[in-house]
């Protein structure tokens, strides 16, 4: 068997086009050996792509100007908490295009288009995407308003707890944007979730299960909780649990796996909890098995009873 001509070595870190492949002088036969890859269509690559980022790369040898990769890719690209069931490498791709642009149709793309004054893309790695705020509401009408909401906090949060997430800037959204948003965008689909996602945002969120956390209390009946509230010691000590009833001395946190994990983290989550509780506050410390089913029933019954018994001691210390 015959040992393929190598290629040049401008090709070989990347996918690239066939286009580009013949203007370096390689041969039709050479890209139709079989050590080349073909994920897209006029695309060729040295090996299979094995994660988003390969994907993106190699259809990015055929996105031209006004075309982008976006929806749910989009997100995944910019590191925004995607949820895991929409993580799958097999899927289309996305690929939003302004309206003077030529759609691309091929096989493992799925292409929409929008206003030539609405495409707004960037280049990221080599890799046209789509803004964040367009990859936001592009992915909207795949999502359930829950999912959406926990992007949307994401992108209006100042905090950097959110691992992997490319922005420049943070925030990347203020609330006084989401108005101009829906205006903008209300033609596309899955306009109507993201509508729903935007009364339900909030600035200041930690971590995506932070907005989990506080939509599912909501849904159960709670009265919704400030994000990060100060609660203040009586030697002026401050902490801000994830979620909290001030005026009723009751607060809850979001434990991850990496409280448990880091001896320093679990330490200072029992200080903070023996703190507020020597103050006279509740701390419902959970984790996500406490918010499903019978266990989320459960721990709503027992937040409202703190609020309940924390609302009648503010009472009784305001009397004369």
Same mark, same amino acid.
């Given at each position: 068997m015959?040992t393929?001509?190598?290629? @040049?070595?401008?090709l070989?870190?990347t996918?690239?086009?066939?286009?580009?492949? +013949?203007?370096l002088?390689?041969?039709?036969?050479?890209?139709?050996?079989?050590?080349?890859?073909?994920?897209f269509?006029?695309?060729?690559?040295?090996?299979p792509?094995s994660?988003?980022?390969?994907?993106?790369?190699a259809?990015?040898?055929?996105?031209g100007?006004?075309?982008?990769i976006?929806g749910i890719?989009a997100?995944? /690209?910019?590191? $925004? @908490?995607?949820?895991?069931? $929409?993580?799958?490498l097999?899927s289309?791709?996305e690929?939003?295009t302004?309206r003077?642009?030529?759609?691309?149709?091929?096989?493992?793309v799925?292409?929409?288009?929008?206003?030539?004054?609405?495409? *707004?893309?960037v280049?990221?790695?080599g890799?046209?995407?789509?803004q964040?705020?367009?990859?936001l509401?592009?992915?909207?009408?795949?999502?359930?308003?829950?999912?959406?909401?926990? $992007?949307?906090?994401?992108?209006?949060?100042?905090?950097?707890?959110?691992?992997?997430?490319?922005?420049?800037? +943070?925030?990347?959204?203020?609330?006084?944007?989401?108005?101009? $948003?829906?205006?903008d965008?209300?033609?596309?689909?899955?306009?109507?979730? /993201?509508r729903?996602?935007?009364?339900?945002?909030?600035a200041?969120?930690?971590?995506?299960?932070?907005?989990?956390?506080r939509l599912?209390l909501?849904d159960?009946?709670?009265?919704?909780?400030?994000v990060?509230?100060?609660?203040v010691?009586?030697?002026?000590?401050e902490f801000?649990?994830?979620?909290?009833?001030p005026?009723a001395?009751?607060?809850?946190?979001?434990?991850?796996?990496?409280?448990?994990? %880091?001896?320093?983290?679990?330490?200072? %989550?029992?200080? *903070?909890?023996?703190?507020?509780?020597?103050?006279?506050?509740?701390?419902?410390?959970?984790?996500?098995?406490?918010?499903?089913g019978?266990?989320?029933?459960?721990?709503?019954?027992?937040?409202?009873?703190a609020?309940?018994?924390?609302q009648?001691?503010?009472?009784?210390?305001?009397r004369?």
């Amino acid at each position: 068997m015959r040992t393929p001509q190598p290629l @040049p070595t401008s090709l070989l870190n990347t996918g690239f086009s066939v286009a580009e492949a +013949r203007a370096l002088g390689v041969t039709p036969a050479r890209l139709r050996s079989g050590d080349l890859f073909t994920p897209f269509y006029g695309v060729r690559t040295v090996r299979p792509p094995s994660s988003i980022w390969e994907r993106a790369s190699a259809l990015a040898k055929r996105l031209g100007p006004g075309k982008a990769i976006a929806g749910i890719a989009a997100a995944q /690209l910019w590191g $925004m @908490p995607v949820p895991r069931r $929409m993580q799958h490498l097999g899927s289309d791709l996305e690929v939003l295009t302004s309206r003077s642009a030529t759609r691309v149709r091929t096989k493992g793309v799925h292409s929409r288009s929008i206003r030539d004054e609405l495409f *707004r893309a960037v280049s990221v790695r080599g890799v046209p995407i789509v803004q964040p705020t367009l990859a936001l509401v592009t992915s909207a009408v795949h999502l359930d308003v829950e999912e959406v909401t926990v $992007m949307l906090d994401s992108l209006l949060a100042s905090a950097s707890n959110y691992p992997g997430l490319l922005l420049r800037a +943070r925030p990347h959204l203020r609330p006084d944007d989401l108005g101009w $948003m829906l205006e903008d965008f209300h033609g596309l689909a899955g306009a109507r979730t /993201l509508r729903k996602a935007v009364l339900r945002a909030r600035a200041s969120v930690e971590s995506p299960m932070e907005t989990v956390t506080r939509l599912r209390l909501v849904d159960a009946g709670l009265p919704e909780p400030e994000v990060q509230p100060w609660f203040v010691l009586p030697n002026g000590e401050e902490f801000r649990p994830d979620l909290g009833y001030p005026w009723a001395r009751t607060y809850v946190d979001y434990e991850g796996g990496h409280h448990a994990r %880091d001896p320093e983290v679990f330490a200072n %989550d029992l200080r *903070r909890e023996r703190a507020i509780r020597d103050a006279g506050g509740q701390l419902f410390r959970i984790t996500g098995s406490d918010l499903r089913g019978e266990r989320l029933r459960a721990l709503v019954q027992s937040i409202r009873r703190a609020i309940a018994s924390g609302q009648s001691q503010s009472t009784d210390s305001d009397r004369p």
